[in-house]
């Protein structure tokens, strides 16, 4: 049986060989040129006394190829060879036979275009089941056809589906032991993982951003599944002094993904959180550095350089809450007050600036749908589809390259839907969607890809928690020259929370005054459009209203993208991106500390407004403002400071000139009874929090543990008149007691309105 077997498998090889050989020119092209590609396939085994299972099997290819080169009827030709061969699966090994040559060919549709091409592979496999078949080798001796439609070479296609009827699966004694059918496989380009260590900084610095007291967060990103990470340890030395020390190592690391029809989940990527308390007060430059352990590929690392001071030479306004608008009369001149809490040897510079926000701006954006990309993972492709709708723009305005293949302008630009393809693999999105620092990681390797200098980019993600936080979202958009990636959250029918995201395209917005009581309050209103990828790629304008929901989270009024008729979609966050022309290099810090003092806001739009000195230890500073001449409207305001050792940091505020006045209207958004928000958060020792009553009520303000206990009666039944506000929680038990670091919840009541409010306390 087995000779028998193995001497039929041979006259069939011999067969080929020969067909091949009557369809090849009289000299075959020699392979000289040898490449791994990444192989996913999917087929249905069924062994002999079992049932038939689905397996699927993922792992490398290596081929030998020709050039290419014209056949006789002027078609375009590849040949190739395999050459080695492992996937793997749940319990299975599967190669290609190594005493056996597999080959294969492409040939072009179209004479003298080399895609789309015909494709195919003629593959003898040898299999290893050690459950089933312990110490046994299982082999194929008829070559198993797979024929496709490819679109580039080495072989890469979307699908290769397997001609034969069934292929028999022998054992080394020569017994048919099962069968193979329906076996499908896609190749696509093989990227090894890419590591990227992530961190906030203080906007227009390297000064780190603490993310509590006296603990910065470094999250970090790697292109690869994070069932494949072992863990990733995050280590830290002052900048080129000595080894690194380790201050945290995250075995876990689920982030939330953001794929339109996956469940989101919560998690903090992968991160750890650096205590600089003990380090010098003076602060001073350290690289960080994160090292993935990824198995079956080693140890994947990268560094990034920042400021880190534990008294961070920071500006801040003074008695602004951080998420307010600050409310300026039209004619009148202002007194601006600041203080920079660290210690300056000297005094340092400070400077007073407005940005005016234009009431409509808007930008051409390219529709991409994200359901006729032609990938495995078209359904979870949102944030690829919407950031190369981004890059398109980019590409439209002054960087070429970014839509041509391998960067070089030389070749046809690719279509917007083949640049979304390429960011799919980039970025690792999969069924579960994209992480949004994998889609950070994925646009810069994107751009390293595409001639760019990813250093020289700036590209971060941004959580949005509040309704003020949309205002800095609108002055990435608008005042920087950068483009936006909004990240949106809704919940379905189910009670399920998806993720979605979408390129924004327009926005307008306006401040009025609101009669309120005896008083005037200002009040902000936007509308915001964006490219929707979502069945269809909308780029229609339908400028939706920006609200607040009871957890305090923006909305856009209207717009829902999942089959709930409850509620609207809320803001999630933004991923930033930002051409040299705009951000200066990354905010990672990455490169020359000297570049520091050159990474100034754009200058176009910005208004020098006043300056002065800087005195630092907490004094407080004092500049002017005159807004006589200045239209009513939004402004993003800011005070720059440069201390007595050149480190540049600012402070910004959204703030408004009343454009007219209006009478109490409660459906403006932001403005029915509600909690509102807490700041800061997460906190130490105390936060504020805050609250809007439309009209006289009683209300009641208690803090919960995740267990549901009730730990603290902040208000009981206390009356309030309508209007807005706050009220204090110092981190305490009703007994006095501080409590542990953890989270909480504040549930507030007014009238028939119960809403609820997380907050984290870090000790």
Request: net charge negative; proline share 6%.
């Amino acid at each position: 049986m087995h000779s028998l077997k193995r001497f039929s498998g041979i006259v069939i090889l011999a067969l080929l060989m020969v067909i091949l050989a009557a369809g090849y020119p009289a000299t075959v092209p020699v392979f000289v040129n040898e490449v791994t590609v990444a192989k996913d396939a999917g087929f249905i085994l069924t062994l002999y006394g079992f049932p038939p299972e689905e397996v699927e099997v993922s792992g490398t290819m290596t081929i030998g190829y020709s050039d290419v080169y014209p056949a006789p009827d002027n078609h375009m030709t590849i040949d190739y060879e395999l050459l080695g061969m492992e996937l793997t699966g749940t319990g299975i090994v599967i190669r290609n036979n190594p005493d056996v040559a597999s080959y294969g060919s492409s040939r072009s549709l179209e004479e003298w275009i080399d895609f789309p091409a015909e494709s195919f592979f003629d593959i003898m496999y040898e299999l290893e089941i050690p459950g089933v078949f312990p110490g046994d080798t299982l082999l194929t001796y008829e070559p198993m056809h797979l024929a496709g439609i490819i679109d580039g070479w080495p072989p890469y296609g979307s699908l290769y589906e397997m001609a034969n009827p069934v292929i028999i699966v022998y054992n080394e004694g020569g017994l048919a032991v099962g069968e193979i059918t329906l076996w499908s496989e896609v190749n696509h380009p093989l990227s090894e993982p890419e590591a990227l260590v992530i961190l906030d900084t203080e906007y227009g610095s390297e000064v780190a951003q603490e993310y509590g007291e006296d603990v910065i967060e470094v999250r970090a990103a790697i292109g690869v599944p994070d069932a494949d990470v072992v863990g990733a340890q995050f280590l830290f030395r002052e900048s080129g002094e000595g080894p690194f020390l380790p201050f945290w190592t995250d075995y876990e690391g689920a982030g939330g993904n953001y794929g339109t029809v996956s469940i989101m989940e919560n998690g903090d990527g992968w991160a750890g959180y650096l205590d600089i308390s003990a380090l010098s007060t003076l602060g001073g430059y350290y690289d960080v550095m994160v090292d993935f352990e990824v198995a079956g590929w080693g140890h994947y690392m990268d560094t990034a350089l920042v400021y880190l001071d534990p008294t961070p030479p920071v500006p801040v306004f003074s008695g602004v809450d951080p998420d307010s608008v600050i409310y300026f009369h039209a004619d009148s001149c202002f007194d601006i007050t600041f203080s920079v809490e660290d210690e300056l040897g000297t005094a340092g510079f400070s400077a007073f600036r407005v940005f005016p926000l234009a009431p409509d701006y808007s930008r051409d954006l390219v529709a991409i749908d994200q359901n006729n990309l032609g990938t495995d993972f078209d359904d979870w492709a949102c944030t690829p589809t919407a950031t190369a709708s981004c890059l398109k723009y980019f590409a439209d305005h002054g960087h070429g390259n970014l839509d041509n293949p391998g960067g070089d302008e030389a070749q046809d630009e690719s279509t917007p839907d083949e640049m979304a393809e390429e960011l799919v693999g980039d970025m690792k999105t999969d069924s579960s969607g994209t992480d949004p620092d994998n889609a950070v990681a994925g646009i810069n390797k994107y751009l390293g890809d595409h001639g760019e200098n990813a250093d020289d980019w700036e590209v971060e993600h941004e959580d949005v928690e509040n309704y003020e936080d949309i205002g800095e979202m609108l002055r990435e958009f608008e005042a920087d020259s950068e483009d936006v990636i909004i990240l949106l959250a809704d919940t379905n029918s189910a009670g399920d929370t998806l993720g979605h995201a979408g390129t924004l395209g327009s926005k307008n917005s306006e401040y009025y005054e609101e009669h309120q009581g005896e008083g005037l309050v200002g009040q902000v209103g936007y509308t915001l459009d964006f490219m929707d990828p979502n069945g269809g790629g909308s780029t229609e304008d339908n400028e939706y209203g920006v609200g607040e929901n009871d957890a305090g989270r923006p909305t856009l009024e209207g717009y829902s993208f999942t089959d709930s008729t409850e509620g609207c979609a809320w803001i999630e966050g933004y991923i930033k991106v930002s051409p040299p022309a705009g951000g200066g290099k990354s905010s990672s810090g990455k490169g020359s500390v000297n570049r520091r003092l050159e990474k100034a806001p754009s200058s176009t739009g910005w208004i020098n407004v006043s300056s002065g000195t800087v005195t630092g230890d907490g004094e407080v500073d004092t500049l002017q403002w005159d807004t006589t001449g200045f239209p009513g409207g939004l402004y993003m305001i800011e005070i720059v400071t440069v201390d007595d050792e050149g480190i540049q940091c600012r402070d910004l505020r959204l703030g408004g000139i009343p454009e007219y006045t209006v009478g109490v209207n409660p459906d403006i958004p932001g403005t029915g009874t509600m909690l509102r928000r807490s700041y800061p958060n997460p906190f130490n020792p105390s936060t504020t929090i805050e609250f809007y009553i439309s009209e006289k009520t009683f209300v009641t303000m208690t803090i919960y543990d995740i267990s549901g206990r009730r730990l603290r009666r902040l208000l009981d039944a206390k009356n309030y008149d309508a209007g807005l506000h706050k009220t204090q929680w110092d981190g305490r038990d009703d007994s006095g007691n501080r409590l542990a670091s953890g989270v909480y919840f504040c549930r507030f009541e007014a009238g028939e309105k119960i809403s609820s409010r997380k907050l984290i306390l870090l000790r």
